[in-house]
Structure formats: structure tokens, C-alpha cells
């Protein structure tokens, strides 16, 4: 067999608070990591041949006594996709804007067609964009006069975009090259200029700022500069847009900055940033609409304050607060407000008026109830996932959802907001065959130690035996709010077909029941998190639908911490972890605030730079911190080299760590990714690939492959 890869052990002693910390893998955090995130071959040559002897190792370990399993499921992925799809159509002034895929290609097509019907005309093919390497799209954005396309493209992984403008006329690029931006690319009305967002030295959005069309970047005014290191910014537009909008926020805190594009000036602010409190903005008329938690609407609430002094003191409760029902997004129509709320862990959708009722409306519309003037869009599976979107236009009528369930393709319908007619426009096609009554969706809840009742959804095979010998995959995540939805995946079907029970543990740290759920999973809650994915597991098994020693646990990025705990805390519980991207050196990442993420990430883990009892909380359940001499289960660990998110050094230290100190034989394996970031690879089919190879490493633990 090939000899595992072992990591040299280099004295690096750290101290924080009086303590004193070993981390004699700290080399493998390269010194240039800014300059490897732009150029990947600046990566010191003892990093680069310890990471690359780790992916030897896992090619003739594994990858070449599996490759015939992870093709054939590859292939199964690949022919439940209908690899000539197309999008829906997004109607805006005189043209319809899409994109399609065409079969064997890895990356869209942008294309548009009068809105009235007539030729397709190509605004952009990603397939011809994309050259050889890693291409990560960022979007197309048209603009106000349909005559230009501002796109973007990631070449590296790392997140830096090159922002082009193409010539709608002629179909080619201006020349015009905006580079290394954030994000961005919102058209000023009169298309005579675009904003954008830009880094600063630690890869952090800080900068706003407009470019004139036809002038140098360099001549870019500077609109408008975040000084603390602990908030991101983004910059886009209202719906209606009158308003460019830009967004400083952490992760519990949000400062908004508007301008008026009608009056242009300087930005103003609508509500200076204030600790805890979140809030979104959209406009109609003279009237802001605001989504916000303020004076402690915990699951949110819509208030309206006046364009001309929206201060806190002028907002006023449109849809109160209500405990339990948390609103997850709003649309602001010119007669119309939507919300998209979750309760008792499901979506909703749900219609306001906001202009009196037309002699066509149905009084009351479908779904509301007597006397209402809002109503709901029902659904009635146990388990489901649904999106909303607006499109371009805010005069309309219309709004555009999608409806899924883990047995259910994905419907995309649009809703009359007059009538409340929905017409079906779309089912996902399945071209290999996809029967929903061959399957079961259950949503159980497990008991966690503190007595709360953890949500699971379940997927499976109809008619496979609950008796307690099947084998399961567990994904929980579990971090920022980030609910998971219970929706339709071609990938899972591979393992379920192979008589797997596929399960999603909605543990504290997401909005799954709540935004009280997502405090109890941080912070000081973090543990909690940890502690609702093992009692999922253990209700797997008690419930019959897992066999004790067959659960297989999955969980990427923060995911990638839960993994990490959960294999120190109860390593016996699993017949296998993938974990992907997983961020596992959180200790150390928290220590150093000049990594992209630190900052920002203090509200939702804790600042141990500045508090003790944050670092001894933290270092208590950091995974690196905490392995020790005992035996492991199989372990498939992923990174990316350029990825900004989770630094391809906190994998790669884990895993070195994992092979000094533990004491089993089982496999644990590495595979970095050395032209990629936190997404992995950037074509369709290429993701398909890394999802078979993670499946046949499940396979592989249970005895399946």
C-alpha cells in the first residue's frame, strides 16, 4: 500500500490570555497566502509538496481502487439532468432576458428575445468564456437601455472578479475591463456609469465605488469607504430602482446607505448601525419599506418610514411582529408586498395589497381568510422548499416561485397577485425517470440533550425496512442563520437507490425553527449545534431507520466544523465523515484578524483576542484543538487552494494532525484542490464528479462499494 503522507512538525509556539499553545503545523499556513489567492503558483514548494503528496496518496488509496463507482454514479447524476435546459424567461421593457445550457457544455448561455416573441439573440456564452481553466461565473447584468452587458468572472476561485462590458450591437467586449472587484455591477439608470465593490489588502469588501463609462478604473470616484474591519459591503439597487443601495453589515448587524438616483449627491444614511439590529430596505413612492428585527422583533418585522427622514424614530409597524413566524424576505411590488416567512420550520408565501382591490379581483383571493386582506399560498406535503423572485420589472402583478420537496423535481410557477392563480411554467425533468411515489419524505424531531426537539427530514426508498440495519447519510450545517430546505436533489437519489435513508439535521445555528434557533447555535450556544446532530443521529437509530454502526456523517465550510467536533465528541457514533472545505482551525483563524473572514465572524463565534472566556470556549470545541490519541473513523477531507472562506491550511493542519495523534488504521484522506476556492470546481459536470467521489467514500464505509 502507499505510505501515508506525514507532515513535518516545526516548533511554532503561540500565547494568548498567559496560555501557551504548540502548533507545530502553523507552516502550512503560507506566509503569501494573498498572493497565492491571485496566483496559485506562488504557493511555497514545501507547502505545495505536502499537499500534493496528500492527493498521491488519495489517488492510489482510493480514487484508483473506485474510480468504476464514482463513474457510474457520476453517470447516474448526470442522466437525471436534462443537460439541454433552459431557464424561464424574465420579461423587462422590450426584451425577455434567459439562459439555457446545451447538452455536453459545462456553463450557461445568456440569451434574450423580444418580449413579444421573435429570435433569440446570444448575449454571452460562458462555454467560449471559460478557456481551459477555472471559470466562476458572476453574472450578467443588462443595462437600463438593453444595449449593454456588464459580466464577470472569477479565474482563479479566489473571488476576485474581472468585470467586462460587452457591446449588445456588435456582441463583443468594449475593451472596457473593471479588475480584481468584489462585486457590484448595478447600472446607474441613465447607463452612463456602474457601481462596484473592492477589496482591501485582506481580501475584505470595503470600497464602493462608480465608474464612468469610457474613463481609466483608476479615475473611479470613491462613493463610499467601511473603516471597521468587522463589516463587509455590497452595493445594489430597489426594485424599483430609484435607490442605489449600499449595505454594510457583519452577521447581526446591518448599516444601509442609499442614493437617490433621481437627485444624485452623496450617499445618505437610513439608520445608523446599531449592535444586533438587522435591517433591509426597498421603496414605493414617497414610503421606505423596511425589513428589520429592531426593538425586539426576534423573527422580524415590516415597518414603513418616510423617504424624506426615514430615522428609527419615524418607523412605523406594517406586519408586527409575531413570535414564531419568521420573515425570511420580502417583495415590494407597486401594489403589492410578499413576504416569504417560515414557521413551525416551513415556508410560506404570503399576498398584501397594498392599492385598493380592482373590479377583477377576487375578493377574497384563494388562500385568504374570511375578512383578510393578506392571504397564503398553501402547500400541502409534509416537507418542502420554496424561493420567491421578482424579476426586473416593479409595476407588475406578477411575482415568480419555485416549489420542491426532497421527493418532488423543482415547479416554477408564477402567481397572480390579483386573482391568486398559479401557472405552472416550468417542471424539473428528470430524463433518466423520476417516479415520486417510489420515495418517502418523513420529517421526524429528536430530543436533544437540553430537551429541544431537532427537526430531521428524511428521504428513502418506499418499501425499504425500518427495522434498523440500513445505512444512512447525516448533512447538518448549522451556522449564520443558513436554514436547510427540504428540497429535490438528483445527486441523493444515488445513495437512496442503494437503500441509504438520506437525513438533513436542521440544528441550532440555522433559522430552521426560528431566529431563536439560529441564537441558541452560536456564541456560547455553539456547542449546541454539536450536541442536536449527535441526538439526530442517535434518533436515526432508535427510530430504526439507521443501523448503529452505518451512519455517515457530511457537512462542508462551518458544516465542516460540525464534522470536526462531532468526530471528536463521539467518534464511535460514525461509520464515516466528509467533510468539505471544513473550516476546523477556528482557534487560530479567530486569532487573526488579518484573514478575510475573522473580523466579521467575532458576532457569530466570539472574539478570543479579546476575551478570555471566548478563547477558552472556542479552544474547548475547536476540532484542531481538540484531537487526541483515539481512534477515528474513515475521514474524507476537501479544500480549495485559492478559497477565501475557509484557508486551505486549516483542512490540510487538521488532517496532519489527525495522522500523528490518532490511533486507529482507518483511512483518512485529503484532496486539495489546486486551481479551485470554496465551491470547488467551477463546471456543472466537474461538481457532479466531486459529488460521486464523496459518495463512493460513503459507499465505501458501509460496505456498499
Not at 446570444?122 to 452587458?149: K, M, Q, T, V, W
Not at 443601495?245 to 445618505?268: K, M, N
Not at 395589497?353 to 399560498?377: D, F, H, I, K, Y
Amino acid at each position: 500500500m502507499p505510505t501515508q503522507p506525514v507532515a513535518e512538525r516545526r516548533p511554532h509556539a503561540v500565547t494568548d490570555h498567559g496560555i501557551t499553545r504548540q502548533d507545530p503545523y502553523h507552516w502550512l499556513r503560507a506566509d503569501n497566502w494573498q498572493e497565492v489567492m491571485q496566483e496559485p503558483s506562488a504557493l511555497p514548494a514545501d507547502i505545495r509538496a505536502y499537499l500534493e503528496a496528500e492527493n498521491a496518496y488519495f489517488a492510489e488509496r482510493f480514487e484508483a481502487g473506485h474510480e468504476a463507482l464514482k463513474e457510474t454514479i457520476y453517470r447516474e447524476i448526470r442522466g437525471r439532468i436534462k443537460e439541454d435546459d433552459s431557464g424561464i424567461a424574465s420579461e423587462d421593457g422590450p426584451f425577455a432576458y434567459n439562459s439555457r445550457m446545451e447538452e455536453g457544455k459545462q456553463y450557461p448561455i445568456l440569451v434574450r428575445t423580444p418580449r413579444n416573441g421573435g429570435p433569440e439573440e446570444i448575449l454571452l456564452d460562458c462555454n467560449i468564456e471559460a478557456g481551459e481553466g477555472y471559470f466562476g461565473f458572476g453574472g450578467g447584468d443588462h443595462d437600463p437601455s438593453h444595449r449593454l452587458l456588464a459580466w464577470s468572472a472569477d479565474r482563479q476561485g479566489s473571488e476576485f472578479y474581472t468585470l467586462n462590458i460587452r457591446d449588445l450591437s456588435t456582441g463583443k467586449d468594449t475593451g472596457e475591463v473593471l479588475e480584481d472587484i468584489a462585486g457590484g455591477g448595478v447600472w446607474s439608470p441613465d447607463s452612463s456609469a456602474i457601481y462596484y465593490s473592492e477589496y482591501d489588502d485582506n481580501h475584505r469588501p470595503y470600497r464602493v465605488r462608480r465608474h464612468v463609462m469610457g474613463t481609466p478604473q483608476a479615475d473611479d470616484e470613491l462613493i463610499y469607504e467601511e473603516k471597521d474591519s468587522g463589516f463587509f459591503v455590497g452595493v445594489d439597487e430597489t426594485l424599483s430602482r430609484r435607490y442605489i443601495v449600499i449595505d454594510a453589515h457583519d452577521h447581526q448587524t446591518s448599516e444601509i446607505w442609499v442614493i437617490d438616483t433621481h437627485t444624485g449627491g452623496p450617499p445618505r444614511c437610513i439608520a445608523p448601525r446599531q449592535t444586533d439590529r438587522e435591517y433591509d430596505i426597498e421603496d414605493r413612492g414617497d414610503t421606505f419599506y423596511i425589513l428589520t428585527n429592531a426593538d425586539d422583533a426576534e423573527d422580524f418585522k415590516i415597518v414603513t418610514a418616510p423617504v424624506a427622514d426615514p430615522d428609527p424614530k419615524n418607523w412605523v409597524d406594517l406586519v408586527p411582529h409575531q413570535p414564531g413566524v419568521l420573515i425570511l424576505d420580502m417583495i415590494l411590488l407597486s401594489h403589492h408586498l410578499v413576504r416569504l416567512e417560515r414557521i413551525d420550520g416551513l415556508p410560506r408565501i404570503v399576498v398584501r395589497p397594498l392599492s385598493p382591490r380592482s373590479s377583477g379581483e377576487r375578493v377574497p383571493p384563494e388562500g385568504a381568510g374570511e375578512g383578510q386582506e393578506e392571504w397564503t399560498v398553501k402547500f400541502d406535503e409534509e416537507a418542502y422548499s420554496l424561493g420567491v423572485s421578482a424579476g426586473f420589472e416593479f409595476d407588475t402583478t406578477t411575482i415568480r416561485f419555485t416549489y420542491a420537496s426532497p421527493t418532488t423535481p423543482s415547479r416554477t410557477y408564477d402567481l397572480d397577485l390579483v386573482t391568486g392563480e398559479r401557472t405552472l411554467l416550468k417542471e424539473q425533468v428528470v430524463p433518466s425517470g423520476h417516479d415520486p411515489a417510489d420515495y418517502e419524505t418523513r420529517r421526524i424531531f429528536a430530543k436533544a440533550s437540553d430537551g429541544a426537539e431537532v427537526p430531521v427530514t428524511l428521504l428513502y426508498r418506499k418499501g425499504l425496512a425500518l427495522d434498523g440495519t440500513a445505512p444512512a447519510l447525516l448533512y447538518g450545517y448549522g451556522a449564520y442563520g443558513m436554514a436547510m430546505p427540504a428540497s429535490f436533489s438528483v445527486s441523493k437519489l444515488s445513495l437512496v437507490d442503494r437503500g441509504f435513508v438520506y437525513a438533513t439535521a436542521h440544528v441550532r445555528g440555522g433559522m430552521d425553527k426560528g431566529y431563536g434557533w439560529y441564537k441558541e447555535g452560536r456564541r456560547e450556544f455553539k456547542t449546541n449545534t454539536f450536541t442536536d446532530f449527535i441526538a439526530a443521529a442517535e434518533t436515526l437509530v432508535a427510530q430504526g431507520f439507521a443501523a448503529p454502526d452505518k451512519i455517515v456523517a457530511e457537512g462542508g465550510s462551518a458544516g465542516g466544523l460540525l464534522m470536526g467536533a462531532i468526530a471528536n465528541m463521539r467518534p464511535e457514533l460514525w461509520a464515516g465523515i466528509i467533510a468539505e472545505v471544513p473550516f476546523v482551525d477556528v482557534l487560530n483563524t479567530m486569532l487573526d484578524d488579518t484573514l478575510p473572514l475573522t473580523p466579521p465572524e467575532w458576532p457569530e463565534w466570539g472574539n478570543p483576542i479579546e476575551s478570555r472566556a471566548d478563547y477558552d470556549r472556542i479552544a474547548s470545541y475547536a476540532p484542531y484543538e481538540q484531537v487526541a490519541a483515539k481512534s477515528y473513523p474513515p475521514i474524507f477531507a476537501l479544500a480549495g487552494l485559492t478559497d477565501p472562506r475557509v484557508t486551505y491550511w486549516e483542512p490540510a493542519k487538521w488532517v496532519a494532525k489527525l495522522r500523528a495523534t490518532k490511533t486507529d488504521h482507518n483511512p483518512l484522506y485529503l484532496k486539495t484542490h489546486m486551481e479551485a476556492g470554496h465551491g470547488g470546481a467551477s463546471g456543472r459536470f466537474d461538481q457532479l464528479k466531486e459529488t460521486a467521489l464523496s459518495y463512493a467514500f460513503a459507499l465505501s464505509c458501509v460496505g456498499k462499494a
